[in-house]
């Protein structure tokens, strides 16, 4: 499995960003995917987390309300708007990828970073005050 993440740069605080992640190389296993970032000095955070399906989500509360994670299945890409940014959201931010074998999942399993085993490069988000 190849994750490919990109779209950070510079924002301004208020401002947005849309990062994206491109997945490849997927088995017949379903994939749920994760957001991480991780800030200098500080653990690495996931964010938030979609479903093979699209249809859970898990959002970390530092970011609610203000990321939305969508899928698009068909182009295998993962998307992270980021709005109403603050300088505290200043970080490499990674996708990583969770095999999964069951159908079903719950906001609490797809919130477990340590199902995620498949990860991507980086991509960097500034957001300057």
Known sequence: VQLQASGGGLAQTGGSLRLSCTVSGLTAL????????QAPGKERELVGACSW???NMYYADSVKGRFTI????????VY?????LKPEDTAVYYCAAAPRRTVFITTSELGNPSRYV????????????
């Open 80 to 84: 992270l708007q980021m709005n109403s």
């Open 118 to 129: 498949y990860w991507g490069q980086g991509t960097l988000v500034t957001v300057s005050s």
């Open 53 to 55: 399906s699209g249809s």
């Open 70 to 77: 969508s899928r698009d299945k068909a182009k295998n890409t």
């Open 30 to 37: 379903s994939h749920d995917i994760g957001w991480f970032r």
